[in-house]
């Protein structure tokens, strides 16, 4: 039994830091039409920024707050000096710009700041919670994690189904002239989305670094898991992005712990294509997009 409560807390963290990447991917997909590949070098970076000002001495949580104010400048950047020039052309384009993107940003970075690896705080403990004499794997910073998902989801859904900067942003990424016709300033909404979905790429970064080691390459492994926790939940819902992030979590967590963490990369595989065939949608997803 504790076992169990051990692997499934784990799994929880796990899924809810997968869930974070997925919803910088899921608000992109929604503002853009574009799955960014980039999006995890570019939260290493925002991530290195914030490590810079910790080891000068400042607060984490002023490293945390610019970190995010980073993420939001270095992705309304992207898209203004990079991604627009593919604006009317092939989406496979941008996505294979993006994909060159992901190898040009881990060269910086590893001029920049170097390759080695270097410890990252968090700003809360790392020792599970003790109830008695018995210690459960969840943290502080777990409890953190979880708190700012959640937090990150809702104010998602809020401003895509609630605010009319979503409907303008959803309708940038459906139909561009369309939606000029009608007045939506195209350019300025494609901006935003990017840079939106850097500040939340830019928050998963410290989440996943926090009390642990940071390289350029941290945060690789996390593109694979975060597009199969967006693709399970469907690109288009963010919380079926934190949905899949848990599932693919807590799957893996029981694979790992029941039967062998070298079968890990193999589940998410086979997890993935099972969706796939059944659900391609995503297994949250309700809305499609109808085309003329």
Known sequence: MQQLTTTVLTGLTLGMVYAAFALALVLIWRATRIVNFAQAPMAMITTYIALVLIDAGLSYWLGFVVALLSGLVLGALVERFVIRYMVGKSEINA??????????????????????????????????????????????????????????????????????????????????????LLGVRVGRMLTLGWALAAVVGSLSGLLIAGGGLVHPSYMDGVVVYGFVAAVLGGLDSPAGAVAGGLTLGLSLSLVSGYVGSELVPLASLVILMAVLLVRPGGLFAHVRERRV
């Open 95 to 180: 996505v294979i710009l993006t994909l060159g993107l992901f190898i040009v940003i881990h060269a910086v970075a590893a001029l920049v700041f170097g390759a080695r690896y270097r410890s990252f705080p968090a700003p809360f403990g790392l020792r599970g919670f003790q109830f008695g004499d018995t210690t459960i794997a969840l943290t502080g910073f777990g409890v953190f994690t979880i708190l700012s998902v959640v937090a990150v989801m809702v104010s998602l859904v809020l401003l895509f189904r609630g605010t009319n900067v979503g409907l303008k942003m959803r309708a940038s990424a459906f139909n561009i002239e369309m939606s000029r």
